[in-house]
């Protein structure tokens, strides 16, 4: 008996200090685990693609294949834009001193009308207080920006390259191994908990890779449909960069209300800085990007995601918002898969919660149907008429 109990808390103690020490390996090498967690994320996504080229007959091998061809193809025509965008961006490097002074002309001409204004004097002097001091800091950090911006260009061209292959190439390694990566870690869940740990696996995979596969086409179609309605809009008004405000779209679109923030402003600014006609141009970015966010909303979002995450809208804003709490605009982006999966371990572990809602005589077999209310107030009326006279007479 005490060896049977000193050898079960040997063993459980051993694993604690496992788990300690891998947790600490993990934490040193902390730097290199993106790329492979983006690689595992988009071999996650592809799952269900393989999954239905294998049922159509094809082998792992091939299914992977093709997929991987695809992959390289659109990575191809995706540098090509990104090439462009790079161009784009170092001109907007090089004429930033330009647009700094049309900043500081724009803000010069706002504070003399806040000095003509009826404003508290005290309330001026607060307001070009703020002015003077941001003014002095993004002064001091213009100079330099360009310098900076050619330095840790020239340096991480090289390392986005070879992230970049890592990436293809780890990705590629996921979809082979997927089938022997899930065998191997079901094989350390004991036999009895095995159908309900792949029973709950499987839904979570279902779920979370409908989510990952529709954010990814979701956003790749705002930052496209913005592209294009940025090039319109540079060819009638002259307003420059619009791949790198295409681009830049296309990334933040998946922080949900703050990307669509983010690419209102930025988008405006540039617009008005850099046309011929600032205020007609910048009216016409604010349009396009109203259009192709209620366009994606309503129309993509809903036919790619189709039901979503099968949350209900205040649980998805209590997600998004205990998300910002924790981690920030990231953390939105994570909350709401995060709670999906929580939603559906729950749904498992207590079937009842999915279920319709059922009747007051199912939930209270024993409680008589509560009467209507005109029953109510009738027999309410004929108990004042039961006594002596109505009860309104001993008011």
């Known amino acids: 008996m005490y060896k049977t109990t000193d050898s079960l808390v040997a063993r459980y103690v051993g694993f604690g200090l496992l788990f300690l020490l891998a947790a600490f390996l993990l934490y040193?090498?902390?730097?290199?685990?993106?790329?492979?967690?983006?690689?595992?994320?988009?071999?996650f996504a592809l799952e269900p693609v393989l999954q239905r080229l294998e049922k159509s007959g094809r082998s792992r091998l091939k299914a992977v294949g093709f997929v991987f061809i695809v992959i390289v193809l659109?990575?191809?025509?995706?540098?090509?834009?990104?090439?462009?965008?790079?161009q784009q961006g170092q001109s907007l490097v090089a004429n930033i001193e330009t647009y700094n002074s049309q900043v500081l002309k724009l803000i010069d001409?706002?504070?003399?009308?806040?000095n003509k204004s009826k404003l508290p004097i005290a309330v001026k002097e607060s307001i070009n207080e703020a002015f003077d001091n941001n003014l002095q800091s993004f002064n001091a950090r213009v100079p330099g920006l360009a310098t900076d911006f050619a330095a840790r260009t020239l340096a991480g061209t090289g390392s986005f390259l070879a992230n970049?292959?890592?990436?293809?190439?780890?990705?590629?390694?996921?979809?082979?191994?997927?089938?022997?990566?899930?065998?191997?870690?079901?094989?350390?869940?004991?036999?009895?908990?095995?159908r309900d740990v792949t029973d709950l696996a499987t839904s979570i995979n279902e779920l979370l890779g409908r989510y990952v596969r529709g954010q990814l086409?979701?956003?790749?179609?705002?930052?496209?449909?913005?592209?294009?309605?940025?090039?319109?809009i540079s060819r009638v008004f002259g307003m420059q960069y619009p791949l790198v405000l295409g681009a830049v779209a296309a990334i933040v679109y998946v922080l949900p209300y703050f990307g669509l923030a983010f690419v209102l402003v930025v988008s405006m600014i540039t617009a008005y800085l850099t046309s011929d006609q600032p205020m007609a141009a910048a009216a016409a970015v604010l349009a396009s990007v109203i259009v192709i966010n209620l366009t994606t909303d309503y129309a993509v979002a809903p036919r790619v995601l189709g039901r979503g995450v099968g949350l209900h809208p205040l649980l998805v804003i209590f997600a998004l918002v205990s998300g910002f709490h924790v981690a920030g605009p990231l953390g939105t982006v994570v909350a709401v898969p995060l709670l999906a999966s929580l939603r559906v371990i729950a749904i498992y572990l207590f079937p009842q919660l999915a279920a319709p809602i059922p009747t007051d005589e199912a939930i209270f077999p024993n409680i008589e149907t509560?009467?209507?209310?005109?029953?109510?107030?009738?027999?309410?009326?004929?108990?004042?008429?039961?006594?002596?006279?109505?009860?309104?007479?001993?008011?």
Do not use: H
């Not at 006279?389 to 008011?395: A, L």
């Open 164 to 194: 970049l292959f890592l990436l293809n190439l780890l990705t590629l390694g996921f979809m082979i191994e997927a089938n022997r990566i899930k065998s191997r870690l079901l094989m350390m869940v004991p036999p009895f908990y095995r």
């Open 217 to 232: 086409i979701v956003c790749l179609t705002f930052g496209a449909l913005c592209t294009v309605a940025f090039e319109i």
């Open 74 to 86: 659109l990575g191809a025509i995706l540098l090509a834009l990104l090439a462009a965008a790079f």
């Open 28 to 43: 040193l090498v902390r730097g290199a685990l993106p790329v492979f967690i983006v690689a595992g994320l988009l071999a």
């Open 109 to 114: 001409s706002n504070r003399a009308r806040l």
């Open 370 to 395: 509560p009467p209507e209310p005109e029953a109510t107030l009738a027999e309410v009326a004929v108990a004042e008429n039961s006594v002596d006279g109505p009860i309104s007479d001993f008011g």
